[in-house]
C-alpha cells in the first residue's frame, strides 16, 4: 500500500506569486502543487493536495486523514498564530505532521513570529521558500522509515527522533 501524505494549506496561500512577492516569491500554488506532484512520484507516494481560507474546512481534512493518510503537511498560514482549532485536530494526528512557511517567521514582524500551531506539529520548517514543501516530504517519508531505495544511502542512514 503506497504511502499517502495529504498537504493543506490555508488562507491567502492561493494568493501566492501575486500577494507580497518580496516576502513569499514568485511561485504560485499550482506550481508548488506540481513540483510536489513530481516528487512524490520519485519517492513512491501519493499526495493529496489541498488550500482553504475556511479554518474548519482545514480542520475538516485534518480529521479525515486520520487512518487514511500517513502524514500531514501543512503551511497554516494566518492560522498559525490563532488557530486552537487546528492544533487540537492536529493532536488527534498520530503520524508525522510537518509545519511548513515559505518565509523565515522568526525573521518576520512580531505577529508573524510564533506559530502556535507548531506546538501540535513532529517538526517546522520555514525560510526555505517553496522547496520548503519538497523538504517537508523527504522528512515525512524518512520519519515513516519509507524512504525508496534510490534515495542516497546517507538520508537513510539519518537517525532522528
Known amino acids: 500500500m503506497a504511502t499517502k501524505i495529504m498537504i493543506l494549506n490555508g488562507p491567502n496561500l492561493n494568493f501566492l506569486g501575486i500577494r507580497e512577492p ?3 516569491g514568485p511561485t504560485t500554488l499550482k506550481e508548488i502543487e506540481a513540483s510536489c506532484e513530481e516528487v512524490a512520484k520519485y519517492l513512491g507516494v501519493t499526495v493529496s493536495f489541498h488550500q482553504s481560507n475556511l479554518e474548519g474546512e482545514l480542520v475538516n481534512w485534518i480529521q479525515s486523514a486520520h487512518g487514511n ?27 508525522p505532521k510537518i509545519e ?20 501540535a506539529s513532529t517538526a517546522v520548517i520555514c ?15 524518512q520519519k515513516l522509515g519509507k524512504l525508496p531505495d ?11 527522533r
Open 69 to 95: 493518510y500517513d502524514a500531514i503537511i501543512m503551511n497554516p498560514a494566518a492560522y498559525s498564530f490563532t488557530s486552537i482549532a487546528l492544533i487540537d485536530a492536529l493532536k488527534i494526528f498520530e503520524g
Open 150 to 160: 534510490a534515495v542516497p544511502a546517507s538520508l537513510h542512514g539519518l537517525k532522528g
Open 22 to 24: 518580496h516576502i513569499y
Open 127 to 141: 525560510g526555505l521558500g517553496p522547496y520548503g514543501y519538497i523538504a517537508a516530504m523527504l522528512a515525512a517519508v
Open 100 to 119: 511548513v512557511h515559505i518565509s523565515n517567521i522568526h525573521a518576520r514582524d512580531e505577529l508573524h513570529r510564533h506559530s502556535i500551531t507548531s506546538s
